[in-house]
């Protein structure tokens, strides 16, 4: 089923560029921990990103195989390649090597290093492999299976996910609509529910109707500025438990001050440390249990 979803997703992009698709699959099912969505999306991002570096006619190949207590998936195509000094770098974020296709330059950047977060946060490792421009690359991703569960419907050849916990509902609340698209996504990514609004006033009103486990609230937009919004959401009974996050680039000591004073929680400074993210993330999921 994960196979099968993450093929299904990329397969129009893939079919544009008039790429053939070759899949090597096990035999016998293989079990993740996790739901569905997550390790396809893992899978289906490599797809994408394979199909938008690679001349139109190219050839992608997928495989899974398990390896003791653990699946290798690997995406595999004869495109643009990586050079030798960005294969450190290729899991950055907004990390581009190349930007001849149109498909690369309409993208944000950001598709492998969701997959580098979302892959550890499954406790895997994801690595790139390249013999250099011209010379296609690879990306091998490595998650722990689940090795005995008993009961579970299958169908064969494919990676099945055993379900886990529900994680949080995050509102992100940014005017600047590429920059929250991109964060829901990488909160969605880690397993979250995330929704997006672009004003101060929307974010009242969704805030008061989604009852979101953490707002990441943005300081300078129309309407009303995040230090409103985040007084009136405190104001209510269903606002003052909730977790409010400053995501500004005001990072002076008298604007976290101002942050306090409003009622945040934390004060994060653009471009956000995803590693700051994930921590303060952890310890509302902690303090939910």
Known sequence: MVIRNA????????????HALDLVVPTAPIYLRGDMTRPAQ??????????????????IRLSAEQLGNEIVVTVKDNGVGIPAHMIGKIFEIFTQVDR????AK???GIGLSLVQRLVELHGGS?????????RGSAFVVRLPVVLSLAGVPHEDGELESVPSQPRLRVLVV???QDAADSLAMLLSLMGNEAVTVHDGLE??????????????LDIGMPRLDGYEVCRRIRQQTWGKGMSLFAL?????????RRSLAAGFDAHLVKPVSIEALEQLLAGVLAANV
Do not use: C
């Open 100 to 103: 001849s296709s149109e498909q």
């Open 7 to 18: 093929v299904e997703t990329s397969q129009p992009l893939i079919e544009q560029m008039g």
């Open 203 to 216: 974010a009242l009103e969704v805030a008061a109707t989604f009852r979101p486990d953490v707002v990441l």
């Open 248 to 256: 500004t680039g005001w990072g002076q000591e008298e604007d976290r």
């Open 174 to 176: 940014d005017d600047n």
């Open 42 to 59: 893992i899978i289906s991002n490599l797809l994408n990103n394979s199909a938008k570096y690679t001349a139109r006619g190219g050839r």
């Open 126 to 134: 994801v690595e790139a492999h390249s013999e250099g421009i011209g």
């Open 106 to 108: 309409s993208g944000l």
